[in-house]
């Protein structure tokens, strides 16, 4: 059973250009987290979604990011007009259930310049 | 809220010394998650505690959930430099997604 796949490891865009992050759960998950984090600092929730639907999104900028997990295929985080305060690293976490333990992704690490 | 703290933010020890990490809540947990994240690395599940009182272990870990099951600890025995990390506690709920935010461990050789 493969873990979670993230894609791209690393992804560098300009100011005002949009970024894409892809999630694919481990298999049988239909529970994805998103989460950003800074260098040197904690896990910050973004967006919880269960198939095609947002269960909570409430660490997420309203502005700007948005989050989808459709019925096939794999989870996007979508940043548009990326700027500089936006490099993070961005982990995708998948679980079976809500109160099961999460499976984390390698991250993707997003550098606006 | 149902937010949780966890203390120390960092703590730095001698290699062979104990290390302990709090995670505590002002409202009841129905269970706790512990994950630990090594430098430059993503976040791994380790145990979770279900039960009042309940002490689980793993090798040099020990972890423990309060009788009140309002706080749970880690303790390391004799760290190694593989201890090295963030250790993360997380309270489950069926609608929101809470960590702590992390007690980051550095271990000199």
């Known amino acids: 059973n493969a873990g979670v796949m993230q894609n791209p490891r690393h992804l560098v865009r300009r100011r005002g250009q949009e970024a894409r992050l892809r999630c694919s759960p481990m298999?049988?998950?239909?529970?994805v987290y998103w989460y950003r984090q800074l260098p040197e600092e904690g896990l910050k929730f973004m967006v919880y979604?269960?198939?095609?639907?947002?269960?909570?999104e409430s660490g997420m900028p309203k502005e700007r990011f948005s989050a989808e997990f459709p019925k096939e295929g794999p989870s996007i985080l979508r940043i548009q007009q990326v700027v500089r305060g936006d490099s993070a690293a961005y982990f995708c976490?998948?679980?079976?259930?809500?109160?099961?333990?999460?499976?984390f992704g390698p991250g993707t690490r997003l550098t606006v310049l | 809220g149902q937010q949780v703290m966890q203390i120390p933010q960092y703590q730095h020890v001698q290699e062979g010394e104990d290390f302990t990490t709090y995670c505590n809540s002002s409202?009841?947990?129905?269970?706790i998650q512990w994950y630990k994240q090594r430098p430059g690395g993503h976040p791994v599940f380790l145990i979770q505690?279900?039960?009042?009182?309940e002490v689980k272990k793993q090798k040099r870990l020990t972890f423990q959930f309060g009788e009140a099951k309002k706080n749970s600890s880690l303790h390391i025995t004799a760290t190694q430099t593989t201890d090295v990390g963030t250790y993360f506690c997380?309270?489950?709920?069926?609608?929101?997604?809470?960590f702590g935010p992390g007690t980051s461990l550095s271990v000199i050789p």
């Open positions: 298999k049988g998950h239909s529970h």
């Open positions: 976490a998948s679980s079976p259930g809500q109160l099961n333990e999460q499976f």
């Open positions: 979604l269960q198939k095609e639907n947002i269960i909570d």
């Open positions: 409202t009841t947990l129905s269970n």
């Open positions: 997380r309270r489950t709920s069926y609608d929101k997604v809470i």
């Open positions: 505690l279900v039960k009042s009182g």
